[in-house]
């Protein structure tokens, strides 16, 4: 018996990881002075093929410049992720590294979940240093830049490039939807870093592919709190990216001013409790001083971390910012950064009263003073 062999045939897929870093780097930053520091290697980013939108309207467009790229240890060769870099004028910062992969299946992505450099380090110690050097040469354009940058907000997205195919090869293209009910458990493994996802339970695997998004019968995003799944063609699936890197900026900018925040109400308990004390006087009403700008200053920043998110028009975009705002809980940070700055407010006009009470206690006893010291000279003029 003569056995023919059977060709099987492999489904090869083109596929793109990319790593979001989001940076605290200073209260404000001066994109105009900034594109100058750079020399010209900068250049304010431009939105791509926008789907459902006007020609003309308003987008927030950062400064965004490449860097020098990463060598890493991939799963079987080396690797090298581009890098760029992009500035916001709310003094943030986020660093983005791509590497295009090949994959058949999808869970050849997790390997690149915890990506480690040629050296050995972890990648974020690289991400830092890249972050450092960007930092220092734009320091100049930046308006109360931080001391020392902290760890970042990071964010991991994984692309693969449309249309999509069945697996088995039986039916050939496949429409996104389809193709997700199909492969749900194996999608909710990779975003969750599941090495075995038949141990997940179905409400898991329907929890974490419920933020699903689609336009086209070829695209299709998936987003859970620190990664996402995009299917779609590389020139239409930047944009989205673009969005998921802001939703990622603000979520990092909250942290950082719901921190700052509880360092500030902690300073002003404080000066509450010895308000009451004259000697306290000048330091109540440095703090005073103090509380007045951080109100300011704050609330304008808040408003702007909102601002940037604003797509007019283009409502596919925004079905996406609300699925990364729903998963990275913006609403929820963005409450208690108010609720904070309410506190703020509570304590300054507390201090300013008390400040007043003390103003207008002075002027009484001024006043009695004033008056006993004309009753004695009465009495004394007239003896």
């Given at each position: 018996m003569t056995y023919v062999p059977i060709e099987v045939k492999v489904l090869i897929m083109n596929a793109e990881i990319i790593y979001m870093f989001a940076f605290d780097i200073a209260q404000e930053a001066d994109l105009v002075k900034m594109e100058k520091l750079l020399s010209g290697s900068a250049e304010l980013?431009?939105?791509?093929?926008?789907?459902?939108?006007?020609?003309?309207?308003?987008?927030?467009?950062?400064?965004?410049?490449?860097?020098?790229?990463?060598?890493?240890?991939?799963?079987?060769?080396?690797?090298?992720?581009?890098?760029?870099?992009?500035?916001?004028?709310?003094?943030?910062?986020?660093?983005?590294?791509?590497?295009?992969?090949?994959?058949?299946?999808?869970?050849?992505?997790?390997?690149?979940?915890?990506?480690?450099?040629n050296d050995g380090s972890e990648m974020e110690q690289r991400v830092m240093e890249t972050a450092r050097k960007v930092f220092s040469s734009i320091r100049d354009g930046l308006d109360t830049p931080v001391a020392e940058l902290a760890p970042p907000e990071d964010f991991t997205v994984f692309c693969i490039s449309a249309p999509v195919t069945d697996t088995s090869g039986a039916k050939g293209e496949m429409d996104t939807e389809s193709w997700l009910k199909k492969n749900a458990l194996d999608v909710a493994g990779l975003l969750v870093g599941e090495t075995d996802p038949s141990r997940l339970s179905s409400q898991e695997v329907e929890d974490v592919t419920r933020c699903w998004y689609s336009y086209y019968r070829r695209d299709?995003?998936?987003?859970?709190?620190?990664?996402?799944?995009?299917?779609?063609?590389?020139?239409?699936?930047?944009?989205?990216?673009?969005?998921?890197?802001?939703?990622?900026?603000?979520?990092?900018?909250?942290?950082?001013?719901?921190?700052?925040?509880?360092?500030?109400?902690?300073?002003?308990?404080?000066?509450?409790?010895?308000?009451?004390?004259?000697?306290?006087?000048?330091?109540?009403?440095?703090?005073?001083?103090?509380?007045?700008?951080?109100?300011?200053?704050?609330?304008?920043?808040?408003?702007?971390?909102?601002?940037?998110?604003?797509?007019?028009?283009?409502?596919?975009?925004?079905?996406?910012?609300?699925?990364?705002?729903?998963?990275?809980?913006?609403?929820?940070?963005?409450?208690?950064?108010?609720?904070?700055l309410r506190a703020l407010d509570s304590i300054y006009s507390i201090l300013q009263k008390d400040t007043f009470d003390w103003v207008m206690m002075v002027l009484e006893a001024a006043i009695v003073a004033l008056f006993i010291i004309d009753l004695i000279i009465i009495v004394f003029l007239g003896m």
């Open positions: 980013h431009k939105i791509g093929r926008l789907k459902d939108t006007p020609r003309h309207f308003p987008v927030y467009r950062p400064l965004s410049l490449q860097v020098q790229g990463v060598n890493i240890k991939g799963p079987s060769d080396p690797m090298q992720l581009s890098a760029s870099v992009k500035i916001f004028a709310i003094g943030a910062m986020s660093l983005k590294l791509r590497v295009p992969v090949s994959i058949e299946k999808i869970s050849d992505l997790l390997p690149y979940r915890n990506l480690q450099l299709l995003a998936v987003i859970d709190w620190d990664t996402a799944l995009l299917i779609d063609i590389p020139e239409d699936y930047n944009d989205t990216l673009y969005v998921m890197e802001m939703a990622n900026l603000q979520l990092a900018e909250l942290k950082v001013y719901d921190i700052y925040l509880d360092q500030i109400l902690d300073k002003a308990y404080d000066e509450v409790e010895r308000a009451s004390k004259l000697k306290y006087w000048y330091s109540r009403q440095r703090m005073i001083r103090e509380l007045r700008e951080v109100r300011m200053d704050l609330s304008k920043v808040t408003d702007e971390i909102t601002n940037i998110s604003k797509f007019f028009g283009e409502w596919h975009l925004a079905r996406i910012y609300m699925g990364c705002a729903t998963r990275f809980h913006l609403s929820e940070w963005e409450n208690a950064v108010n609720q904070k």
